[in-house]
Each structure stands twice: as structure tokens, then as C-alpha cells.
Nanobody, 124 residues
Framework: VQLQASGGGLVQPGGSLRLSCTASGFIFADYAIAWFRRAPGQEREGVSCISSIPGSTWYSDSVKGRFTISRDNAKNTVYLQLDSLKPEDTAIYYC??????????????????WGQGTQVTVSS
């Protein structure tokens, strides 16, 4: 079971990025995929999650309306579209997985498999 996160980079405030999380080794359609992030000096926080149930998504208040999560089961990939980026969005973004649903609130110990992280830096 593996997750591979990609798509991070350096972007100016107000800009956009699209992160990808590609999975292998399990029945992707049966699993929820979540994104967490860890900013420098801070604990890892839950950002967004998409469950195996079509249309079931969750966002933290800090990104609601700016980030959009989606999945393509044919490609075993979840996307996180980051729009209207702010300097406080700077962090390492991690994807993680668990079966079926996205519990709320999001907690790290709810997820069994993690990707390696991708750096997002928002700076002028």
C-alpha cells in the first residue's frame, strides 16, 4: 500500500497549485483520502478529505471556499486544488488514507497509510 503526493511548489499570494495523491496496492474506490499539512513550528492539521461515497467531502474552516478536493478512481488519484493561496498556507502537505469515510474532526491516528509529503510555499 503506497501513496505518492506531488504538485507542490513556490507560488505568489493569490496564486494556485494542484496537488495530486496517487495510490497503489489497494482498492482505491473503497478508501477515503485526506490531506493534512504541517506548517513550520506547528502541529499537523487536517485540511480536507474525500470519502468513498460520491460527493462526500470535508474542509477545514481555514481553507473552505479556496481549496477543492476531487478524485478520479480510474487513475487512483485524488486532487487538491489550492486557489487564492495565502502565506499562511505554507506547509508540507501530506495525503493519507483509511477505509470508506472521513471522520470529523480529522485526526492523524484515524489514517493508516501516509504519503511522503510535498512542500507548498506561498511567498512574494
Amino acid at each position: 500500500v503506497q501513496l505518492q503526493a506531488s504538485g507542490g511548489g513556490l507560488v505568489q499570494p493569490g496564486g494556485s497549485l494542484r496537488l495530486s495523491c496517487t495510490a497503489s496496492g489497494f482498492i482505491f474506490a473503497d478508501y477515503a483520502i485526506a490531506w493534512f499539512r504541517r506548517a513550520p513550528g506547528q502541529e499537523r492539521e487536517g485540511v480536507s478529505c474525500i470519502s468513498s461515497i460520491p460527493g462526500s467531502t470535508w474542509y477545514s474552516d481555514s481553507v473552505k471556499g479556496r481549496f477543492t478536493i476531487s478524485r478520479d478512481n480510474a487513475k487512483n488519484t485524488v486532487y487538491l486544488q489550492l486557489d487564492s493561496l495565502k502565506p499562511e498556507d505554507t506547509a508540507i502537505y501530506y495525503c493519507a488514507t483509511r477505509r470508506f469515510i472521513c471522520p470529523s474532526p480529522m485526526k492523524e491516528d484515524q489514517y493508516s497509510t501516509w504519503g511522503q509529503g510535498t512542500q507548498v510555499t506561498v511567498s512574494s
